[in-house]
């Protein structure tokens, strides 16, 4: 099985200050056959995303699951 990340650029976040800021939205990691086996799967048990914003999702294999934490204050 092959690890893949599910991201949109619809959408968008709000920093403290109340203020939006456009984005990429993570929405899943996951481990599947294929990338559109999942993408059949999620549609079928999961019918809510249809009444979602959302119309684009893009996937990507993550060949490397090890996350480097960066702090923008220091």
Do not use: A
Not at 8 to 35: A, C, H, R, S, Y
Not at 42 to 64: A, G, I, P
């Amino acid at each position: 099985m092959k690890k893949y990340i599910y991201l949109t650029f619809e959408g968008f976040t709000q920093e403290p200050n109340w203020k939006d800021t456009e984005n990429v939205q993570m929405l899943w990691i996951w481990e599947w056959n294929t990338k559109h086996e999942w993408f059949e799967d999620l549609k079928e048990k999961n019918e809510w995303l249809l009444d979602t914003s959302f119309e684009e999702l893009y996937c990507h294999e993550l060949k490397d699951d090890r996350f480097e934490y960066f702090n923008l204050k220091k």
